[in-house]
């Protein structure tokens, strides 16, 4: 059993390093204090399930935390906290933007796509983790727009091809359609800020 390495709860199939010194660049030394707007980043506490909602420290540990996808990297220790991808809790946080008392709210995320064959148990696994989060999407969407008295604006790309997790060569391809997601709903924007 020697040189054998379990798999627990700090654990992830993917290496870190990387997002790491992508994150740095991008960010470096900066923290929340020094947003021009307020910021709030969504994560997920790993042994109970609830969110958690990081607004101070820096901008790489929250950023990194909140996009600790399960299984595939590892997750973030912040304080006494371990955390993970905030999509496992609360996929489209529209509730934090109300509760910072949001009039008008961009709420901008996308349902990941559907597989047409499934010919492994890791492929239908993967499909119907796919249909959960869909689902969640679109009820808490739901749930949140006609509860609330803030005006939320749902920028939801669509895509006509297959995207996986990994398929950074695809991002100029996602970025477009998430650019005319936006601006398909620009003019109404437009028309709620001239309002408030």
Known sequence: MSGETRFTESSGLVDDKVMLERLQIAFGEKTFKDTVMPLYIVATEFYSGEAVVLSSGKLVDATRASSAIPLVFPPVKIDDKLLVDGAVSNP????VAIKEGSDV?????FELPIRKRMNSYTAVTSHLNTLY?????????????????????????????????FDHHQLPYIIEKGEEAAEAQLPYIRKLLAET
């Open 105 to 109: 709210i961009v709420a901008v995320g």
């Open 92 to 95: 489209f946080p529209i509730d």
């Open 133 to 165: 989060m869909n689902n969640i999407l679109k009820s808490s969407f739901s749930f949140y727009n006609v509860a609330s008295h803030a005006e939320i604006i749902p920028i939801l790309p669509t895509f006509d091809r297959q995207i996986g997790g």
